[in-house]
Structure formats: C-alpha cells, structure tokens
C-alpha cells in the first residue's frame, strides 16, 4: 500500500475545491455538452459527442485520481526538517556538476507546484540522494543518461 500523501495546507484546499467543483459543476456541464452533441444526430460520425465523451473520461479519471490522493492525505504545516537537512517539503538549491547556473527544487508531491519552482519526488532518484543532505554536501544519482552529481547549496524551509 503506497505512504500517505503530505500537503500542504493550501495544497489540500486547492485539491479539494477542485474536486467539489469537478464532481458539482464539471459533470453538469459535461453532461449537458453530450446532450447537446447527441441532438446533432448520427452519433457515429459526430465528432462534438466524441469530443465530449473525451472530455468526460479525462474528467472521470482525475476525479479518481483526486479521490486517491486525498483518501489518506496528511496535512503538514510546514516543512517535516529543522531546515538544516534536506527534507520532504522544502526548497533546495542545487548545482549540478558541470552547470554554471544553480537550481531551485521543491521536494514534495507535483501536487504542491508553484510557478517559480521545479517540483522533484522524494522517491525518485534525485529526492531520495538529497533527502537528508545538508548545504555542502555533494550527492549522486541514477539518471537515464548516467550517473549525475549535484551539490546542495542551500536549504529554505
């Protein structure tokens, strides 16, 4: 069974306001789209129906895929660490070895994005190398172009 998901606060409002509004709204409007589509005819060869059959199957799957996350979601009011490890949560400063230009991170679920920021899994390679590393510190990780090497800059929580 897969760990519970952690939000933030406003993470978790802004899912669960996009669920009520995908569950009330999104499938009113959707249904009306395939009843408006169906009366056009042919259902065959109505390209309007199958659009909006499309759209109700995407619709359909991030409903569930909504109701999953926030299933056993955690909410956490900040990031887990004391701000001098790299925890689930905060944002890193990388730089990547052979780059000139560092990196921002935030490490947490692609759920938490923000505009300004790359979001990277604590489960994937790079997360699980920088979980636990401290500005200084030099990691290293499996990439699908090879072994890559980053060293934390800094750590904000």
Known sequence: MPEPQQFSPDAHGRLAAELEDLTTRGRIDI???????RELGDLSENGDYHAAKEEQGKMEGRIL??????????????PTGDGETVTTGVVVTVL????????????GSIEEHRDDL???SPGSPLGEALL???????????????TLKASIISIEV
């Open 31 to 37: 249904a009306r789209k395939i009843e408006t589509a």
């Open 65 to 78: 895929h909504l109701e999953a996350l926030l299933l056993d979601a955690v909410i956490v009011e900040g």
């Open 96 to 107: 990547y070895a052979g780059d000139d230009e560092p990196e921002r991170l935030l490490l």
């Open 118 to 120: 790359l979001v990277v």
């Open 132 to 146: 636990g590393g401290a500005p200084g510190d030099e990691v290293s990780f499996e990439a699908p172009g090879g």
